[in-house]
Structure formats: C-alpha cells, structure tokens
Nanobody, 123 residues
Framework: QVLLVESGGGLVQAGGSLSLSCAASGLTFGMYSWGWFRQAPGKEREFVAAIKWTNTYYADSVKGRFTISRDNAKNTVNLQMNSLKPEDTAVYYC??????????????????WGKGTLVTVSS
C-alpha cells in the first residue's frame, strides 16, 4: 500500500517560514517524480513545485521563495517555504508520478496523493 503523509503545516505570520515534508512508503521512491500542489478555500487546486531527478520546477507565484528537494535515503520530499504571504494559505498536498514522469501542472495524472497539510499565513 502506497502512503504519502505530509507534515509541517501550521500557522505562521506573513514573512515567516515553514518547512513541509512528505514521507513516502510502499513505493520505490527513487523511481518517482514528485510534486507539491495546494488548494485554498474556494479555489481550485494549483501547482506549486515539482522535482524530477534533480530538476526542479516552480509556479511563478512561489519562485524565489519556495524550494523543493528530495531525500532518497529518507524517502521524503520537502518544501521549504520562505517569505510567506497570506495568499499562500492553503492545504498543501504532495503527489507522486511514476517512472520519473513529467509532473503536469494540472496534477490530473499524478499516481498517488497525500491527504494534505494546512498552512495558514496571517497578515
């Protein structure tokens, strides 16, 4: 059984930082590409960041503030979020794409999803 479990969410003031982690089990971690997505209340899910091999990709809205990384030894994907803004408030989800596939920003073809962790940024 594949399990993706996000952690690290919480309440932070604008300008602050949070580090999210996604712990994966039940799959061959190194064979997957990984993405972080988010969904704010009343809004559609949106792409945040992805990592394929060592290549990283970011939404324009988070470029320069967020950093995605993977730890193949620990089977974790991390999202370091700095200079947080109120508009970053959302539930953050990690997702996996098999065969090191392309992470489409729509997220529609990801193979596995976590249940999410809530990030709230106060102004």
């Amino acid at each position: 059984q594949v399990l993706l479990v996000e952690s690290g969410g919480g309440l932070v003031q604008a300008g602050g930082s949070l580090s999210l982690s996604c712990a994966a089990s039940g799959l061959t971690f190194g064979m997957y590409s990984w993405g972080w997505f988010r969904q704010a209340p009343g809004k559609e899910r949106e792409f945040v960041a992805a990592i394929k091999w060592t290549n990283t990709y970011y939404a324009d809205s988070v470029k320069g503030r967020f950093t995605i990384s993977r730890d193949n030894a620990k089977n974790t994907v991390n999202l370091q979020m700095n200079s947080l803004k109120p508009e970053d408030t959302a539930v953050y989800y990690c997702a996996a794409k098999g065969r090191m596939g392309h992470v489409d920003p729509s997220g529609d073809d990801m193979d596995y999803w976590g249940k999410g962790t809530l990030v709230t940024v106060s102004s």
